[in-house]
């Protein structure tokens, strides 16, 4: 079963940033946030990920509470072409892990 | 980054029969996975490949169904066997990292599975 919970949906007026919420209260000491999104009709690409600290890269920012109960994702300047559904997921920082994916949040960029 | 290819890209198929799909991955990657996707769902992984030894399946998912070959580091089969209307779905293929300076899995393009 998938260890984090998100929205279903959420709209993001195009331009603005986009900030797109998880909660993960039963995350344990070695496992890290990822972060995937799928746009319709392709793959799964990979975002960003993290253990506590946050993490920013050319896509996104990655922000982890203290408790690393929950964390957010951030796309600070959101286009048309991010409408996607996004995936938080927790697990061990090890590249070859499965992942398993929840149901994620449609994210929904408006013009 | 590792670029995955699958084969086909989409096939309708009759119940009763067997479709063999193919992911190559441009780089050595000791495993791959595979996923199901059903309409409007998320991904579901079926099973784990790595090269060398038997497949590993999750809960929900046996051999005889969804047969795996990993025949080398680049290269892995999934088979749908004896199809019905309910294997209709998209099935992706994913890499764990090429190397050691990556953390993620690299997902194909998927297959796009209608079983009549």
């Known amino acids: 079963d998938a260890k984090t919970t998100q929205p279903p949906s959420m709209d993001c007026a195009e331009g603005r940033a986009a900030n797109l919420p998880c909660n993960h209260s039963?995350?344990?000491?070695?496992?890290?946030v990822y972060w995937y999104r799928q746009i319709h009709s392709q793959g799964p690409q990979y975002i960003i990920h993290g253990l506590k600290n946050n993490e920013t890269n050319e896509m996104a920012s990655l922000i982890i509470t203290e408790d690393r109960k929950s964390s957010t994702l951030i796309l600070p300047h959101a286009t048309l072409r991010d409408t996607a559904v996004y995936y938080c997921?927790?697990?061990?920082?090890?590249?070859?892990?499965?992942?398993?994916f929840g149901t994620g949040t449609r994210l929904t960029i408006i013009p | 980054s590792a670029v995955i290819s699958q084969k086909p890209s989409r096939d309708i198929c009759q119940r009763g029969t067997s479709l063999t799909i193919q992911c190559q991955v441009d780089?050595?990657?000791?495993?791959m996975f595979w996923y199901r996707q059903q309409p409007g769902q998320s991904l579901t992984l079926i099973a784990t490949a790595n090269q060398g030894s038997e497949a590993t399946y999750e809960s929900g998912f046996v051999i005889d169904k969804f047969p795996i070959s990993r025949p080398n580091l680049t290269f892995s089969t999934l088979t749908v066997s004896n199809m019905s209307p309910e294997d209709s779905s998209i099935y992706l293929c994913s890499s764990g990292p090429p190397s050691s300076s990556y953390n993620e899995q690299f997902f194909g393009p998927g297959t796009r599975l209608t079983v009549l």
């Open positions: 039963t995350i344990s000491g070695n496992e890290y």
């Open positions: 780089s050595q990657v000791t495993m």
């Open positions: 997921i927790v697990r061990p920082n090890f590249g070859n892990e499965k992942l398993t």
